[in-house]
């Protein structure tokens, strides 16, 4: 069973960055997409980025095309979300998950993990 563990949310600035990183243990070869999805209150999870461990053209939702960056080190089992020129409306809760491949649906992704705050001040 892969077991998530994001970190690295906060409140910052607009204008500002945060880099969010994602811990996946217990990772099986059937697992090869990571992804990430926001929830902001009163709204439906959405998708963020998604990467694949096995490498391959990163997938990004259009409002963070430009701004947002997924990596991954697969040495260490980490996907990373690095988040430039924030915006008030990227406030949320941030979570990763995994999948057997990428996906932007959430329904594709069976494993999560408990969710990091994201608030973008004005």
């Known amino acids: 069973q892969v077991q998530l563990l994001e970190s690295g949310g906060g409140l910052v600035q607009a204008g500002g960055s945060l880099r969010l990183s994602c811990s996946a243990s217990?990772?099986?070869?059937?697992?090869?997409?990571m992804g990430w999805f926001r929830q902001a209150p009163g709204k439906e999870r959405e998708f963020v980025a998604a990467?694949?461990?096995?490498?391959?053209?990163?997938a990004y939702r259009n409002s963070v095309k430009g701004r947002f960056t997924i990596s991954r080190d697969n040495a260490k089992n980490m996907v990373y979300l690095q988040m430039n020129s924030l915006k008030p409306e990227d406030t949320a809760v941030y979570y990763c998950?995994?999948?057997?491949?990428?996906?932007?649906?959430?329904?594709?992704?069976?494993?999560w993990g408990q969710g990091t705050q994201v608030t973008v001040s004005s």
């Open positions: 998950a995994s999948a057997t491949a990428i996906t932007v649906q959430a329904t594709g992704y069976k494993y």
């Open positions: 217990g990772r099986t070869f059937s697992s090869d997409a």
């Open positions: 990467t694949a461990w096995s490498g391959g053209t990163p």
